[in-house]
Nanobody, 124 residues
Framework: QLVQSGGGSVQAGGSLRLSCAAS????????EAWFRRVQDKEREFVAA????????YFKDSVKGRFTISRDNTTNTLYLQMNSLTPEDTGIYFC???????????????????WGQGTQVTVSS
């Protein structure tokens, strides 16, 4: 129900934009987020958008470089990634959850719906 697009390979310093489109249903009223899996590590939080779009949250290492946004008319979530570094390489997942709170939004379990994942590779 969340279909991702975007991603790919880019050199360090470059930019990419990820998209996450809701199909079959609307996720209005849901908090939405991006997570990534780097190498064989656990999925880690990258960015989140509150249910009403009023607040954004970011992993410290991406602050000032990544932007999360949502187009309510197309039910699409975006992650604009600028000044990419090799440490940003990984598989990126979008997620949506109804019962996400400020204290839990940086963790995976509260999110009920997940995208299929998309590879981002940043070369030095």
């Amino acid at each position: 129900q969340l279909v991702q697009s975007g991603g790919g390979s880019v050199q360090a310093g470059g930019s990419l934009r990820l998209s996450c489109a809701a199909s079959e249903r609307s996720f209005n009223g849901y908090a939405e987020a991006w997570f990534r899996r780097v190498q064989d590590k656990e999925r880690e939080f990258v960015a989140a958008l509150s249910w009403n779009g009023g607040r954004t949250y970011f992993k410290d290492s991406v602050k000032g470089r990544f932007t999360i946004s949502r187009d309510n008319t197309t039910n699409t979530l975006y992650l604009q990634m600028n000044s990419l570094t090799p440490e940003d390489t990984g598989i990126y997942f979008c997620a949506a959850g109804k019962e996400v709170t400020r204290s839990t939004m940086r963790t995976a379990p509260p999110y009920d719906y997940w995208g299929q994942g998309t590879q981002v590779t940043v070369s030095s």
